[in-house]
């Protein structure tokens, strides 16, 4: 079993920059892939960024978003730069044991609980 514990969310205006993490538990995490996900309200889950052995991203946040991993510490991170309104979202944290999710939620099987992010115009 996983556990996914998200933090970083707040509240930003347009333009600013936050710094997701996720810490996890579990023996093997340096084996998962790792997934971010965001929720807008009204809206279905979107992938947002997915790491293995390098990230890859949604064409919404390419060149704004980076993710990135620290195996040792069992944390992945999302560092969101030039944040717009439509940014705004609850942002979960997957890990997916077979590391070939990517963007695939379904493939996904562990999630936290979310970290709220609102961005003001």
């Known amino acids: 079993q996983v556990q996914l514990v998200e933090s970083g969310g707040g509240l930003v205006q347009a333009g600013g920059s936050l710094r997701l993490s996720c810490a996890a538990s579990?023996?093997?995490?340096?084996?998962?892939?790792m997934g971010w996900f965001r929720q807008a309200p009204g809206k279905v889950r979107e992938f947002v960024a997915a790491i293995t052995w390098r990230g890859w991203y949604a064409d919404s946040v390419k060149g704004r978003v980076t993710i990135s991993r620290d195996n040792a510490d069992k944390k992945v991170y999302l560092q969101m730069n030039s944040l717009k309104p439509e940014d705004t979202a609850v942002y979960y944290c997957a890990a997916d044991r077979s590391a070939s999710g990517l963007s695939l939620e379904r493939l996904y099987d562990y999630w936290g609980q979310g970290t709220q992010v609102t961005v003001s115009s």
């Open positions: 579990g023996r093997t995490f340096s084996s998962y892939g």
